[in-house]
């Protein structure tokens, strides 16, 4: 049974990438993930705050009370140099390159055209073999056009793509007015890949406290209607390979994701939940299906029923919407 | 570079007295133990720093430095280390030293090598002091040990080696000296010792010797006998032929330095006139004022000189009487030291012998026998300027000589003082001298010594950095003093001509002076919120005088906009350091902006590349923003300086404390202070210091009235009371109150009033505040508002609140927070730091039990903003009452308190006597009302005190002495509590001796230990309290052993009440434990988790970081109350909940607990994973101890009021 597939440009042994979450922290998680079957892993984001902020954080605190006072021209040990966040990632990266034999995708999230860019490339130095760039921005300004927010995410990408030769994939916002759009732009600036969709952290509310707190929501299957559809939409419009990333808990929904062109699924909360084991349970399913459907090899099933391959295309457009009135009614 | 010529490279470097005795003491021992103590402990700290980056000495090895728990045990270490042949060293100062002294004697009657290094400081007597002075090393005079003194930052380098040679071929050990302040902090471009310079002093021969004679059990000695009477004597004679060689040992020395490296010295070094006949006398840096003060004398044709003392013990006279020109006629000998009682100051003394034991001996060189005089100057780092020195030549020129002088200081009592012209000045003119007035927290003192590092480095010019703090830890400021020349700078004294004035804050116009010390025609800079075109019609007048009448070239920066906008928040300190360098011209511009930014690289460069750029970003926009004013030429400010004082302040307040708070202090005579340093308390209610830029204003609208935000409040700026409703009628407009919420004050007003000049701005009381305004969230009931817009209209509200009576004692509910906080403060203003951790747990002491509390207050951050002049928080009320507060030693707290107990004891039990000696008088019903009394609380103390009253008015009219003298101790049957209180150095460390006798002893005493687990008060080091994986000075790779548990060893005695607090994890169970403690008829111990910069947080969020120290388990909260096992109770209740985060989640919260990720990850996460096991063993420990049964009920533990 061939479960392979390519992804980034990256020959995959099957299409279960874990996505970026704590699971990445620890060399024995990965090498966990790898021998439960992962083909690739995606690492744990390396925030803009941490690289821009970490720093001076540490900058301000042991700085900001010395030279103050007679007695105590300073509060700490001299330091004469600290490995910030981001060096503790590289060097992370470099450890799992020497532990495991699966691709390391790194992954740098952030909102801002600024210095963190250059961070990419310290990544690709490490040794990862892509880098996939999670642009989380949210508009609240309410002079900001559509135009504006694409272009930031274009001058990110922009960016990130001069400075670095490894493949790059970007997680998108599920809230651009045109999707397609987007990707075909961002196709057309060399991204490899567009992995569908980001999950942001969602506020929420304490009765109690009068506080918001964010709060993450692990994902169910319900989820991956989202990226379904446009993974179908775009599966052959765009260069980019296609990942999706919310909802994939069953091997039932990777062969969705698959059936609609994804080149690679990839698994969160269902590993938070489960743990790594959880891989090798999906990719058993996966194959036993296969075998069920008579499909000898993954690339077969790839986009087989994509926007462009069903019979009827409008089933993922709006008039999708007026059948499932209809069937109800 | 091969590393024979590396080892031979002499690099000028720019660094302070400090590192530079701290290089050579590093290079040339194995050993290191030290103890912290103000101005030296830098010295251990570079040292710690070193082997820590395995820097090696000149044998390759890495010194071990070992942080002590006290002076007296370093000295223990050093002789024993040196006693088993290690080479060994130590630095000190002050009452550290004298804590050395036994170990000295021993050291050198051993005839062991060794030096210690000590930056000179004074002895606490009247007060403490922590400036320069040579009381300390004069007080060592008779141990034995070889005193070499350095009077300059490059004397320091050379003198530590120069004496460490000596030692060795001498076998006496060495005090290596030098001013404390003055020359130990004191930043000077100097050639540091190469290696091989080091190397070549060093005679191998002296060191296998000194090994040899180590104790060793393959060639057992005994050293250390008990000798009688027989014997002791001629064996202390025995050493006399070592003392004799001393002196030409270390000219030898002396004289082999030279031959390698160039600089000569001599044990007396003399300069002036050859044929000089006035002559002073002089030892430190403050020979340096006076070789310049000759050397201007001299170009006026004056016959003077100066005979620089170097070697002072032993004290050869042969050598000094040569250094003396033939031609002396007279002789001033100053010291920096005092001598109460004495005939004279040591060094006079010795000057006094040394001539007279020549004349006996006809080798008198002179043609006649000179006068000698002597005199005291400089104590505690007092000004030593050339002014004063001609005044001590001038002295010498008169036909009636004072002798035992001062100068420096007007003495109007004893009429002991030289006047001096002020005027008379020795600056030159091609030496460019600058003083920046800057906050603690704005870095321009980091600032300037980088630029002098940057002159040092780019031109030919000599620098010098001098920088001076005042008293306070929040708001502090700070004046630096820069001077840069073509020659090394001699002038040990702060400058008082500058061609250059920066004002870093827009404030300090109001407050100081800066242009007194500007010339004419000189450069004022300041750091303006008002753009170029504004900024002179929003100067002080006084200031536009200054500018129009010296014609003075001004130029101005928003630095803060600069800083905001660049990413460097508060920090103006490269902004202002650009500005120097574009406009003082002491480097060409480009050629300084390159400068900066190749220093902010080597300064920053490891530590982040956005550091770089931020800093960059700021030079680069400095210069954009940077203006020269063109002002008017006349006076157009309406804004005149407010009194520093009031006029209806008290006359001691006006006449001396309003002159310290001015910075006047130097101004005022001898006969205006206190003979024996007793001072009047309630005195920082004078300084209104308005630091705050921001502070809290009152809803009433959303208050739920829980009192929560003025019991943490660290500055007892938030007060609260209930009142009689009609009061609040005849209020300012904008005074606010509203209706009690209670029945047990129903129909009362109350008001929540902040003292809006008081108050530092920390934020946390907003932090607190559980009330939040339910039409927008983001509000509470207290919510911060800029100062400024605010400032006169609270200050009449606060003036108006402090009319209103405080609550009646009588009528509080303590127990609970609400009503804890309803009693006055006796503990207000003081200059801790912003969002302090500590002094909420002070103020609380100060408002359950203030009107009848002595408090014994330890050497430390607590005395310091409890007692440090010009003012003191603790304060009165309205009937007088209030703390009296004492600050004996760091080391002798408990003891010193324990003494307050006994003697209030014993005069108790002597009224109790006198009392029934005189029921004949006084009627026995009454004295036994008296007797009996048991003053559990507020309203039972009352009723005592008017039994007091009223026992007072009686005995008045008594003539027997034993009426007279029960009316001396009446006041002692009013119940009074001692409260001994310190941080954890104390406690833990050096002061854990007595606090545990203290402990054992029974005694009615309360014991509070602010713990912030580490030395907060000298800048950060490790103690017995800092937790396993903090960082900390001597503990840079993370404290490897955990904390010491002080509550567990105080419970074993059985007898000590024991309580752990963290007010930010649960107040009210913090309040319990203060009034149980207090209840408690015998030693109590309450340790109380204090926050603190030294643990790198944001302070406003102080209280978080408490209530994860306490959800983590790290801080359990509990209180063992040895009352409880007589009713069948267990005495150890747990208060808090088992560990519900992380240690990890409290810990990587605080920079000192993360920054080891960020230095060494993998042991973080060992030392981490350490931690949470002693969290997880102490908890199961304590669960066990509070499920122990004692026959009856589990007493309930005590729930927040969250």
């Given at each position: 049974?061939?479960?392979?597939?390519?992804?980034?440009?990256?020959?995959?042994?099957?299409?279960?990438?874990?996505?970026?979450?704590?699971?990445?922290?620890?060399?024995?998680?990965?090498?966990?993930?790898?021998?439960?079957?992962?083909?690739?892993?995606?690492?744990?984001?390396?925030?803009?705050?941490?690289?821009?902020?970490?720093?001076?954080?540490?900058?301000?605190?042991?700085?900001?009370?010395?030279?103050?006072?007679?007695?105590?021209?300073?509060?700490?040990?001299?330091?004469?140099?600290?490995?910030?966040?981001?060096?503790?990632?590289?060097?992370?990266?470099?450890?799992?390159?020497?532990?495991?034999?699966?691709?390391?995708?790194?992954?740098?999230?952030?909102?801002?055209?600024?210095?963190?860019?250059?961070?990419?490339?310290?990544?690709?130095?490490?040794?990862?073999?892509?880098?996939?760039?999670?642009?989380?921005?949210?508009?609240?300004?309410?002079?900001?056009?559509?135009?504006?927010?694409?272009?930031?995410?274009?001058?990110?990408?922009?960016?990130?793509?001069?400075?670095?030769?490894?493949?790059?994939?970007?997680?998108?916002?599920?809230?651009?007015?045109?999707?397609?759009?987007?990707?075909?732009?961002?196709?057309?600036?060399?991204?490899?890949?567009?992995?569908?969709?980001?999950?942001?952290?969602?506020?929420?509310?304490?009765?109690?406290?009068?506080?918001?707190?964010?709060?993450?929501?692990?994902?169910?299957?319900?989820?991956?209607?989202?990226?379904?559809?446009?993974?179908?939409?775009?599966?052959?419009?765009?260069?980019?390979?296609?990942?999706?990333?919310?909802?994939?808990?069953?091997?039932?929904?990777?062969?969705?994701?698959?059936?609609?062109?994804?080149?690679?699924?990839?698994?969160?909360?269902?590993?938070?939940?489960?743990?790594?084991?959880?891989?090798?349970?999906?990719?058993?399913?996966?194959?036993?299906?296969?075998?069920?459907?008579?499909?000898?090899?993954?690339?077969?099933?790839?986009?087989?029923?994509?926007?462009?391959?069903?019979?009827?295309?409008?089933?993922?457009?709006?008039?999708?919407?007026?059948?499932?009135?209809?069937?109800?009614? | 570079?091969?590393?024979?010529?590396?080892?031979?490279?002499?690099?000028?470097?720019?660094?302070?007295?400090?590192?530079?005795?701290?290089?050579?003491?590093?290079?040339?021992?194995?050993?290191?133990?030290?103890?912290?103590?103000?101005?030296?402990?830098?010295?251990?700290?570079?040292?710690?720093?070193?082997?820590?980056?395995?820097?090696?000495?000149?044998?390759?090895?890495?010194?071990?430095?070992?942080?002590?728990?006290?002076?007296?045990?370093?000295?223990?270490?050093?002789?024993?280390?040196?006693?088993?042949?290690?080479?060994?060293?130590?630095?000190?100062?002050?009452?550290?030293?004298?804590?050395?002294?036994?170990?000295?004697?021993?050291?050198?009657?051993?005839?062991?090598?060794?030096?210690?290094?000590?930056?000179?400081?004074?002895?606490a007597a009247q007060g403490l002091?922590?400036?320069?002075?040579?009381?300390?090393?004069?007080?060592?005079?008779?141990?034995?040990?070889?005193?070499?003194?350095?009077?300059?930052?490059?004397?320091?380098?050379?003198?530590?080696?120069?004496?460490?040679?000596?030692?060795?071929?001498?076998?006496?050990?060495?005090?290596?000296?030098?001013?404390?302040?003055?020359?130990?902090?004191?930043?000077?471009?100097?050639?540091?010792?190469?290696?091989?310079?080091?190397?070549?002093?060093?005679?191998?021969?002296?060191?296998?010797?000194?090994?040899?004679?180590?104790?060793?059990?393959?060639?057992?000695?005994?050293?250390?006998?008990?000798?009688?009477?027989?014997?002791?004597?001629?064996?202390?004679?025995?050493?006399?032929?070592?003392?004799?060689?001393?002196?030409?040992?270390?000219?030898?020395?002396?004289?082999?330095?030279?031959?390698?490296?160039?600089?000569?010295?001599?044990?007396?070094?003399?300069?002036?006139?050859?044929?000089?006949?006035?002559?002073?006398?002089?030892?430190?840096?403050?020979?340096?004022?006076?070789?310049?003060?000759?050397?201007?004398?001299?170009?006026?044709?004056?016959?003077?000189?100066?005979?620089?003392?170097?070697?002072?013990?032993?004290?050869?006279?042969?050598?000094?009487?040569?250094?003396?020109?033939?031609?002396?006629?007279?002789?001033?000998?100053?010291?920096?030291?005092?001598?109460p009682g004495?005939?004279?100051?040591?060094?006079?003394?010795?000057?006094?012998?040394?001539?007279?034991?020549?004349?006996?001996?006809?080798?008198?060189?002179?043609?006649?026998?000179?006068?000698?005089?002597?005199?005291?100057?400089?104590?505690?780092?007092?000004?030593?300027?050339?002014?004063?020195?001609?005044?001590?030549?001038?002295?010498?020129?008169?036909?009636?000589?004072?002798?035992?002088?001062?100068?420096?200081?007007?003495?109007d009592v004893s009429?002991?003082?030289?006047?001096?012209?002020?005027?008379?000045?020795?600056?030159?003119?091609?030496?460019?001298?600058?003083?920046?007035?800057?906050?603690?927290?704005?870095?321009?003192?980091?600032?300037?010594?980088?630029?002098?590092?940057?002159?040092?480095?780019?031109?030919?010019?000599?620098?010098?950095?001098?920088?001076?703090?005042?008293?306070?830890?929040?708001?502090?400021?700070?004046?630096?003093?820069?001077?840069?020349?073509?020659?090394?700078?001699?002038?040990?004294?702060?400058?008082?001509?500058?061609?250059?004035?920066?004002?870093?804050?827009?404030?300090?116009?109001?407050?100081?002076?800066?242009?007194?010390?500007?010339?004419?025609?000189?450069?004022?800079?300041?750091?303006?919120?008002?753009?170029?075109?504004?900024?002179?019609?929003?100067?002080?007048?006084?200031?536009?005088?200054?500018?129009?009448?010296?014609?003075?070239?001004?130029?101005?920066?928003?630095?803060?906009?600069?800083?905001?906008?660049?990413?460097?928040?508060?920090?103006?300190?490269?902004?202002?350091?650009?500005?120097?360098?574009?406009?003082?011209?002491?480097?060409?511009?480009?050629?300084?902006?390159?400068?900066?930014?190749?220093?902010?690289?080597?300064?920053?460069?490891?530590?982040?590349?956005?550091?770089?750029?931020?800093?960059?970003?700021?030079?680069?926009?400095?210069?954009?923003?940077?203006?020269?004013?063109?002002?008017?030429?006349?006076?157009?400010?309406?804004?005149?300086?407010?009194?520093?004082v009031p006029n209806y302040a008290p006359t001691f307040i006006k006449e001396v404390t309003g002159?310290?708070?001015?910075?006047?202090?130097?101004?005022i005579p001898v006969s205006k202070f206190p003979v024996d340093g007793t001072y009047p308390t309630s005195t920082t209610m004078w300084?209104?210091?308005?630091?705050?830029?921001?502070?809290?204003?009152?809803?009433?609208?959303?208050?739920?009235?829980?009192?929560?935000?003025?019991?943490?409040?660290?500055?007892a700026?938030?007060r609260?009371k209930v009142y009689d409703?009609?009061l609040?009628?005849?209020?300012?407009?904008?005074?606010?109150?509203?209706?009690?919420?209670?029945?047990d004050y129903?129909?009362?007003?109350?008001?929540?009033?902040?003292?809006?000049?008081?108050?530092?701005?920390?934020?946390?009381?907003?932090?607190?505040?559980?009330?939040?305004?339910?039409?927008?969230?983001?509000?509470?009931?207290?919510?911060?508002?800029?100062?400024?817009?605010?400032?006169?209209?609270?200050?009449?509200?606060?003036?108006?609140?402090l009319t209103i009576p405080e609550v009646d004692r009588r009528t509080v509910d303590v127990k609970?927070?609400?009503g804890s906080q309803f009693l006055q403060p006796l503990f207000e203003f003081s200059?801790?730091?912003?969002?302090?951790?500590?002094?909420?747990y002070v103020k609380l002491v100060s408002q359950l039990f203030g009107d009848r509390t002595i408090v014994a207050n330890a050497?430390?951050?607590s005395s310091?903003?409890g007692g440090?002049l010009p003012t003191t928080p603790w304060t009165k009320n309205a009937d007088g009452r209030g703390p009296a507060w004492s600050n004996s030693l760091?080391?002798d707290n408990a003891e010193f308190g324990f003494g307050f107990r006994l003697s209030i004891d014993k005069q108790q039990e002597q009224a109790n006597e006198l009392l029934i000696h005189l029921i004949p008088q006084l009627g026995e019903e009454f004295v036994n009302e008296i007797l009996s009394a048991k003053q559990n609380d507020e309203l039972a103390i009352y009723e005592q005190r008017e039994r007091v009253k009223k026992l007072k008015e009686q005995l008045k009219g008594t003539t027997t002495p034993e009426a007279r003298h029960l009316l001396e101790i009446a006041d002692t049957l009013v119940k009074k509590s001692v409260w001994i209180m310190g941080?954890?150095?104390?406690?833990?460390?050096?002061?854990?001796?007595g606090l545990?006798h203290v402990l054992a002893s029974g005694a009615n005493v309360n014991i509070l230990?602010?713990?912030?687990?580490?030395?907060?008060?000298?800048?950060?080091?490790?103690?017995?309290?800092?937790?396993?994986?903090?960082?900390?000075?001597?503990?840079?790779?993370?404290?490897?052993?955990?904390?010491?548990?002080?509550?567990?060893?105080?419970?074993?005695?059985?007898n000590v009440y024991?309580?752990?607090?963290?007010?930010?994890?649960?107040?009210?169970?913090?309040v319990?434990?203060f009034l149980e403690a207090e209840a408690y008829d015998g030693p109590s111990l309450i340790?109380?988790?204090?926050?603190?910069?030294?643990?790198?947080?944001?302070?406003?969020?102080?209280?978080?970081?408490?209530?994860?120290?306490?959800?983590?388990?790290?801080?359990?909260?509990?209180?063992?109350n040895p009352a409880?096992?007589k009713?069948?109770?267990?005495?150890?209740?747990?208060?808090?909940?088992?560990?519900?985060?992380?240690?990890?989640?409290?810990?990587?919260?605080?920079?000192?607990?993360?920054?080891?990720?960020?230095?060494?990850?993998?042991?973080?996460?060992?030392?981490?994973?350490?931690?949470?096991?002693?969290?997880?063993?102490?908890?199961?420990?304590?669960?066990?101890?509070?499920?122990?049964?004692?026959?009856?009920?589990?007493?309930?533990?005590?729930?927040?009021?969250?």
């Open positions: 049974m061939d479960l392979s597939t390519t992804y980034l440009g990256l020959e995959l042994k099957n299409p279960i990438v874990p996505s970026a979450s704590p699971m990445s922290r620890t060399v024995g998680n990965v090498k966990l993930m790898e021998d439960y079957g992962a083909s690739a892993v995606v690492l744990f984001s390396i925030f803009e705050e941490q690289i821009r902020h970490e720093t001076k954080e540490l900058y301000h605190h042991l700085t900001y009370h010395a030279e103050s006072y007679a007695e105590a021209t300073s509060y700490f040990p001299s330091v004469d140099e600290y490995h910030s966040g981001p060096d503790e990632y590289l060097e992370h990266i470099r450890k799992l390159k020497e532990s495991v034999a699966i691709p390391i995708i790194g992954s740098i999230n952030g909102v801002t055209d600024g210095g963190w860019v250059d961070y990419a490339k310290k990544i690709e130095q490490a040794g990862a073999d892509a880098l996939e760039l999670n642009v989380y921005y949210i508009p609240t300004n309410v002079s900001l056009t559509s135009d504006d927010v694409e272009q930031t995410y274009f001058d990110i990408v922009k960016d990130v793509r001069n400075q670095v030769k490894i493949p790059i994939s970007v997680k998108l916002s599920p809230f651009f007015t045109s999707i397609p759009n987007v990707a075909q732009r961002l196709d057309n600036m060399g991204v490899n890949g567009l992995v569908m969709f980001n999950r942001f952290y969602q506020p929420d509310i304490n009765l109690d406290t009068l506080n918001v707190e964010p709060g993450v929501l692990l994902s169910t299957s319900d989820a991956l209607r989202l990226p379904l559809r446009w993974i179908a939409i775009l599966y052959k419009k765009v260069k980019a390979d296609l990942a999706a990333t919310t909802g994939v808990h069953t091997s039932e929904d990777v062969i969705k994701l698959v059936l609609a062109g994804a080149n690679v699924t990839m698994m969160c909360s269902a590993l938070l939940r489960h743990g790594p084991r959880k891989i090798r349970e999906v990719l058993t399913g996966v194959q036993q299906w296969m075998v069920e459907h008579e499909y000898p090899a993954l690339k077969e099933v790839r986009g087989s029923m994509s926007h462009q391959s069903v019979a009827d295309p409008s089933s993922f457009e709006r008039a999708n919407y007026m059948k499932a009135l209809q069937s109800y009614m | 570079m091969s590393s024979n010529e590396k080892n031979s490279l002499r690099e000028k470097v720019t660094i302070d007295g400090n590192e530079a005795a701290a290089y050579v003491a590093h290079k040339t021992n194995e050993v290191i133990a030290i103890y912290p103590i103000t101005p030296s402990s830098n010295m251990g700290e570079w040292c710690d720093q070193w082997s820590s980056e395995g820097k090696k000495n000149i044998w390759g090895t890495v010194p071990v430095v070992a942080e002590m728990q006290s002076e007296g045990g370093a000295s223990g270490a050093v002789h024993g280390a040196l006693q088993t042949g290690s080479l060994t060293t130590t630095f000190t100062a002050s009452q550290g030293l004298l804590l050395m002294i036994p170990n000295m004697f021993k050291i050198a009657g051993e005839l062991t090598s060794t030096v210690f290094h000590v930056s000179a400081r004074s002895i002091s922590i400036f320069g002075d040579h009381s300390d090393v004069m007080a060592t005079r008779s141990t034995g040990f070889a005193m070499l003194c350095s009077h300059n930052v490059q004397e320091v380098m050379d003198f530590a080696l120069i004496s460490q040679a000596a030692t060795l071929e001498s076998r006496i050990p060495f005090l290596h000296f030098f001013d404390g302040f003055r020359t130990s902090h004191e930043v000077m471009k100097i050639e540091a010792l190469a290696i091989n310079d080091i190397k070549a002093m060093m005679d191998e021969n002296f060191i296998a010797a000194h090994r040899q004679r180590g104790l060793t059990s393959e060639h057992p000695v005994m050293r250390g006998t008990a000798q009688n009477p027989d014997v002791y004597f001629q064996a202390r004679e025995t050493v006399n032929p070592f003392y004799t060689k001393c002196p030409d040992i270390v000219q030898k020395a002396m004289d082999k330095f030279a031959k390698i490296v160039g600089r000569q010295y001599h044990l007396f070094d003399y300069f002036g006139a050859p044929d000089a006949e006035r002559i002073v006398i002089i030892m430190g840096s403050g020979s340096e004022a006076a070789h310049e003060t000759v050397e201007v004398l001299m170009e006026k044709g004056e016959k003077v000189g100066v005979v620089k003392v170097r070697l002072y013990r032993p004290f050869s006279i042969k050598h000094f009487i040569n250094a003396l020109p033939k031609t002396t006629k007279s002789i001033a000998v100053l010291d920096r030291t005092k001598e004495t005939s004279g100051e040591p060094m006079y003394l010795d000057v006094v012998n040394a001539v007279h034991e020549q004349f006996t001996a006809g080798e008198l060189p002179f043609a006649a026998y000179p006068k000698i005089i002597g005199g005291r100057y400089g104590l505690s780092s007092k000004e030593f300027t050339p002014a004063m020195v001609k005044a001590a030549f001038d002295e010498l020129s008169k036909p009636k000589m004072k002798s035992h002088f001062t100068v420096g200081i007007n003495d009429h002991t003082s030289l006047t001096y012209d002020p005027l008379f000045t020795t600056e030159k003119s091609d030496v460019i001298r600058a003083m920046f007035y800057g906050l603690g927290a704005d870095g321009t003192v980091g600032a300037n010594k980088n630029s002098i590092k940057i002159i040092g480095e780019e031109t030919d010019f000599y620098g010098q950095g001098y920088f001076v703090y005042d008293s306070k830890k929040s708001g502090s400021t700070t004046t630096s003093h820069l001077r840069f020349g073509p020659r090394p700078i001699l002038s040990t004294y702060l400058i008082s001509k500058a061609n250059f004035v920066a004002c870093h804050q827009w404030q300090f116009l109001e407050k100081f002076d800066m242009l007194t010390s500007l010339i004419d025609g000189g450069t004022f800079l300041i750091n303006s919120p008002f753009a170029k075109e504004r900024v002179w019609d929003n100067l002080p007048l006084s200031v536009q005088q200054q500018i129009l009448k010296k014609k003075i070239k001004l130029y101005v920066i928003d630095g803060n906009a600069v800083a905001q906008k660049t990413g460097m928040g508060g920090r103006v300190n490269t902004i202002m350091q650009t500005c120097f360098f574009a406009i003082s011209g002491v480097l060409p511009k480009e050629q300084a902006i390159e400068a900066i930014k190749k220093s902010i690289k080597k300064t920053y460069g490891k530590k982040g590349e956005d550091i770089v750029k931020m800093n960059y970003a700021a030079v680069d926009a400095t210069i954009e923003h940077l203006y020269q004013v063109e002002y008017p030429n006349e006076l157009t400010s309406k804004i005149e300086l407010p009194p520093v002159v310290m708070i001015a910075g006047n202090g130097d101004s300084e209104k210091r308005n630091i705050a830029t921001e502070i809290p204003s009152w809803d009433a609208e959303w208050c739920i009235q829980c009192g929560k935000c003025a019991l943490v409040c660290p500055h700026t938030i609260i409703n009609k609040a009628t005849g209020a300012p407009e904008t005074f606010k109150h509203m209706l009690y919420k209670g029945n129903k129909g009362q007003a109350y008001t929540i009033q902040i003292a809006p000049e008081d108050c530092t701005g920390c934020g946390i009381c907003v932090e607190v505040c559980p009330a939040k305004n339910k039409k927008e969230t983001k509000y509470k009931a207290l919510n911060m508002v800029p100062q400024p817009a605010v400032r006169e209209q609270e200050r009449k509200n606060w003036d108006y609140f609970t927070i609400k200059g801790a730091c912003s969002g302090c951790g500590e002094t909420p050497t430390g951050c310091i903003y440090n760091f080391e941080g954890d150095g104390w406690a833990y460390d050096i002061g854990f001796g545990d230990v602010l713990d912030t687990e580490v030395y907060s008060n000298t800048g950060g080091q490790m103690s017995k309290s800092t937790p396993r994986g903090a960082v900390a000075k001597f503990a840079a790779g993370g404290k490897p052993v955990g904390k010491k548990d002080l509550g567990l060893i105080a419970m074993s005695y059985g024991v309580g752990q607090v963290a007010m930010g994890a649960n107040d009210l169970q913090t319990k434990t340790i109380a988790y204090s926050h603190c910069i030294a643990h790198g947080i944001n302070m406003q969020y102080g209280l978080n970081a408490q209530k994860l120290a306490v959800d983590s388990g790290h801080w359990p909260l509990y209180r063992y409880l096992p009713e069948g109770k267990n005495p150890f209740q747990l208060d808090s909940k088992p560990p519900k985060i992380k240690f990890e989640e409290y810990a990587y919260n605080e920079i000192r607990y993360k920054m080891l990720t960020k230095m060494a990850p993998e042991k973080a996460k060992r030392l981490l994973k350490e931690a949470q096991d002693d969290v997880m063993k102490r908890w199961r420990f304590y669960e066990q101890l509070a499920a122990m049964n004692f026959g009856g009920h589990a007493p309930q533990s005590v729930a927040s009021e969250h």
